[in-house]
């Protein structure tokens, strides 16, 4: 059974930085684009950012362009999110997806989804 577990979550300061990581188990990793999602509480699941499969694309949300970089390891099966200049309204639970259409913001084209990870940023 494919597993995305994500981690690196917690409380910080308006202003602060996270990274979050998200490793892969029982899934082709290469094969599949990588997707971070974010769902704060009583709103729908927004799309953050995805990366392709080797890495050499990534699409951005205009909220946290300029703010967040994803990268990813396919050596290690893991994607990761950096988060600086971190806002209140950053905050939500993030979760990592794989699917296989590159580039894909849509909640429904991603087959594999984690757990998701806390992060609250408070002012």
């Known amino acids: 059974q494919v597993q995305l577990v994500e981690s690196g979550g917690g409380l910080v300061q308006a202003g602060g930085s996270l990274r979050l990581a998200c490793v892969a188990s029982r899934l082709t990793f290469s094969a599949y684009a990588m997707g971070w999602f974010r769902q704060a509480p009583g709103k729908e699941r927004e799309f953050v950012v995805s990366?392709?499969?080797?890495?050499?694309?990534?699409y951005y949300a205009d909220s946290v362009k300029g703010r967040f970089t994803i990268s990813r390891d396919n050596a290690k099966n893991t994607v990761y999110l950096q988060m600086s200049s971190l806002k209140p309204e950053d905050s939500a639970v993030y979760y990592c997806?794989?699917?296989?259409?590159?580039?894909?913001?849509?909640?429904?084209?991603?087959?594999?989804w984690g757990q998701g990870t806390q992060v609250t940023v408070s002012s």
């Open positions: 990366i392709s499969r080797g890495g050499d694309s990534t």
């Open positions: 997806a794989a699917g296989f259409r590159q580039g894909a913001a849509a909640v429904r084209l991603y087959d594999y």
